[in-house]
């Protein structure tokens, strides 16, 4: 099992509808979650980071569920700019370490 | 501006000859990396660095050097670089004790790389 498996898409989704990305991750000590954001051609940027109660930032909810190892993105009311890839990543460090994981990304084309 | 910088931006070069990539942040962060992204395969770690004099193997370090005498550059070196290091690069960047902040990474760029 990858150590971070994402649906590499693309999904194809028409503005205003609602997407939903899953993650799975197969360190169960895994301790930190987060999904980046990539534009074509550009650098990774910090989306949000995931908690194990969930969070939420304006159209945007993330959710944790160890039980199972799996993350997921929610994107509500899906705009034109929310089309890029999207890179779900995982910390599983041990002390004194720098063990930090990206899965491959999942794409995202918001039609208008 | 806080950022991390890379340079250079692309480079076209051959099979053989030396080449260093740099990469400097502003931060003051502790913790520095080099990914590679290639298609189908997404970035993964070649080296990273906690701490100055302090670097370690990331997934795929074959191939590759990094040296961290200050701690704001960590330059990647390709001593005999070959066509499959043909590549895009990034160099990132993070404060550990940063509080709920600590795990996010700030990456340059990106330096597009390839060996002919």
């Known amino acids: 099992r990858k150590e971070v498996e994402q649906d590499p898409g693309p999904f194809n989704v028409p503005e205003g509808a609602t997407v939903a990305f899953n993650c799975t991750y197969s360190?169960?000590?895994?301790?930190?979650f987060f999904w980046y954001r990539q534009d074509c051609r550009k650098e990774p940027k910090l989306l949000m980071s995931v908690y194990s109660s969930g969070n939420e930032d304006g159209r945007f909810t993330a959710q944790l569920n160890r039980a199972s190892q799996y993350i997921s993105l929610l994107i509500r009311d899906s705009k034109l700019s929310d089309s890029a890839t999207y890179l779900c990543v995982v910390n599983s460090s041990p002390v004194g370490d720098d063990k930090i994981i990206f899965g491959k990304g999942t794409r995202l084309h918001i039609l208008p | 501006e806080a950022q991390v910088t890379q340079n250079p931006r692309y480079l076209i070069t051959v099979t053989g000859k030396k080449l260093t990539v740099t990469c400097s942040q502003n931060?003051?962060?502790?913790?520095m990396s080099w990914y590679r992204q290639d298609p189908g395969l997404g970035l993964r770690q070649i080296y990273y660095?906690?701490?100055?004099?302090?670097?370690d193997k990331g997934d795929v370090p074959e191939g590759y050097k990094v040296s961290r005498k200050e701690k704001r550059n960590f330059p990647l070196i390709l001593e005999s670089p070959s066509p499959n290091q043909t590549s895009l690069y990034f160099c990132a960047s993070r404060d550990p004790s940063a509080g709920s902040s600590y795990n996010e990474q700030f990456f340059g760029p990106g330096t597009r790389l390839t060996v002919l």
């Open positions: 360190n169960s000590a895994s301790q930190s």
């Open positions: 660095s906690m701490n100055v004099e302090v670097t």
């Open positions: 931060m003051n962060h502790e913790y």
